[in-house]
């Protein structure tokens, strides 16, 4: 378990850098991304997530989420919209 406390904790660090809204679609639920707490009941292996970007740097953010999330085993699409 403490692997997914690392992942959650970096992915946090790394959504607040950026000024974009950020928002992870799991099921039913959408958790925003900075927040360290939604993530704790959100992010178990072996899912797939969808992220959702808004903002002036979007762009940049997406690649960083990627690549922490890929870094700690996590499936994630990027949503184009």
Do not use: C, R, W
């Amino acid at each position: 378990m403490s692997n997914n406390n690392a992942a959650v904790v970096e992915i946090a660090q790394t959504a607040s850098k950026f000024s974009s809204s950020i928002v992870l679609h799991s099921g039913t639920k959408y958790i925003d991304v900075k927040s360290i707490l939604g993530l704790f009941t959100t992010l178990v292996g072996g899912k797939t997530y969808e992220l959702h970007v808004h903002g002036p740097d979007a762009d940049e953010a997406k690649k960083e989420m990627s690549e922490v999330f890929e870094k700690h085993g996590l499936t994630v699409t990027l949503v184009e919209e």
